[in-house]
């Protein structure tokens, strides 16, 4: 067993921190305030080599593994992780096409995400169907000749209106008496006639990145859009989820440990009662517990990466990662606005970004109650 990351991984990280804590700062306030992004800098990371890192080389990717992708994730969260997630889920759904699509989809849809040049997005959720979307989803397609006609909507959807085109998780055989064999995916151009997409405001946090609710009236693909087989959609899905849910637990991981790093600086430099607040025992406390459950969190996140990239799903193991890592993310950047006191209260502290960015981990990519379920059948069957 070892625990060094290796010479390659190392340099990943170096890189990626330096690409971050150059580029972010200055931007990260604005993105937040504004609800804004600025796509040259999604563009510039593709540039350099940051963006779907797990694209095979042969579509114009690094062909890494998860492993690397989380390290990313960590570096970039821990410097702002809206702008994390709006330059690194520019290839959400880029795992479907690569392990289900036809050679053809792999040629059109994947070298433009790996070169920064086109954005995708998945689109799973709906009004009426968040954690059950097997029981609950109602977009529909409906085969006519050589196209599929889509109606319906989807809410919440990352990249919604910035993307070129969006897999969709769509009924295409309703009446199946099995709900895990009703869905599949297909890919929709986001120019096609009848889809319309508006960008969700007031979000929370990780404002920099964009979130859609999307509508589907009459929209027509062809059929060649199918990724995958039909009737696969859940399986499909869930390997995206499999390793998203990792790389969302490393972006918590990011955001926790970005939460420590202002709290560190902060309890060093600030006097109260004649001595810094690094003096006293109850924040020395915070900061040592911190750090603990950061560890935690990270080896989780190592572990479940790497058994992923040998070929070895745990679910319990992902659910965990996934699980622990969103509820520790709330608790430390809870814990860095108190260090903060009122200063932690107020936009211009990073903190304050922070606590909010961090809650999204415990929704997206399953919820930590759905995680626990998840966990909870595999070790009670
Ligand atoms: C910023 C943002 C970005 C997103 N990006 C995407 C995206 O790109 N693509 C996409 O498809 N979706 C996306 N989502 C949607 C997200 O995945 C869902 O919000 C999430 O899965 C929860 O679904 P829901 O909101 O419908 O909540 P619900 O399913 O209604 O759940 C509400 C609450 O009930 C709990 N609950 C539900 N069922 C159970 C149960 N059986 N037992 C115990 N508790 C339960 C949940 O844990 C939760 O606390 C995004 C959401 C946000 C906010």
């Not at 060094?4 to 690409?19: G, H, Y």
């Not at 804004?36 to 563009?43: G, I, N, V």
């Not at 397609?141 to 990352?158: C, H, L, P, Q, W």
Request: aromatic letters at 10%; a negative charge.
């Amino acid at each position: 067993m070892n625990f060094e990351l290796s010479k390659e991984q190392k340099d990943i990280v170096s890189a990626a921190r330096e690409f971050a804590q150059g580029e972010f700062p200055d931007r990260a306030e604005e993105f937040d305030r504004d609800e804004t992004f600025d796509e040259a800098l999604h563009k510039k990371a593709a540039e350099l080599g940051f963006v779907g890192t797990f694209i095979k080389e042969e579509y114009g990717g690094l062909g890494m593994g998860l492993m690397e992708y989380c390290l990313i994730f960590e570096e970039f969260s821990a410097v702002d992780p809206g702008i994390a997630v709006a330059i690194l889920i520019s290839s959400y759904g880029a795992e479907i096409v690569q392990e289900f699509g036809s050679e053809e989809q792999k040629q059109r849809y994947l070298p433009p995400l790996a070169s920064g040049e086109a954005v995708i997005g998945s689109a799973f959720t709906e009004p009426d169907a968040g954690s059950d979307l097997a029981s609950a989803t109602t977009t529909i397609a409906i085969r006519e000749n050589d196209e599929y006609v889509i109606n319906g909507s989807k809410m919440f959807i990352t990249n919604g209106d910035r993307a070129d085109y969006l897999i969709c998780f769509v009924q295409t055989d309703p009446d199946n008496p099995d709900r895990h064999r009703r869905h599949s995916m297909i890919m929709v151009e986001t120019d096609r006639d009848g889809f319309e997409a508006s960008h969700l405001t007031g979000k929370l946090g990780i404002r920099a990145s964009d979130t859609a609710e999307l509508s589907f009236n009459n929209v027509r693909v062809p059929c060649s859009n199918l990724v995958g087989d039909l009737g696969n959609g859940f399986a499909e899905a869930m390997h995206l989820f499999n390793l998203d849910r990792v790389v969302v637990a490393a972006q918590a991981v990011g955001t926790a440990r970005g939460a420590l790093e202002e709290s560190i600086q902060h309890v060093k430099k600030r006097i109260a009662f004649n001595a810094p607040l690094a003096s006293f025992q109850s924040i020395q406390f915070k900061i040592a517990d911190m750090f603990t459950w950061i560890q935690a969190g990270r080896n989780l996140v190592y572990e479940a990466a790497w058994r992923i990239d040998q070929g070895t799903i745990d679910h319990k193991l992902i659910a965990a990662a996934k699980s622990f890592c969103g509820q520790m993310a709330v608790k430390c950047t809870d814990m860095a606005l108190q260090m903060h006191g009122g200063y932690g209260y107020l936009a211009e502290y990073k903190v304050q970004r922070l606590f909010r960015d961090a809650k999204i981990t415990e929704i997206y990519e399953g919820t930590t109650e759905i995680e626990k379920i998840i966990m909870a059948r595999n070790l009670l069957k």
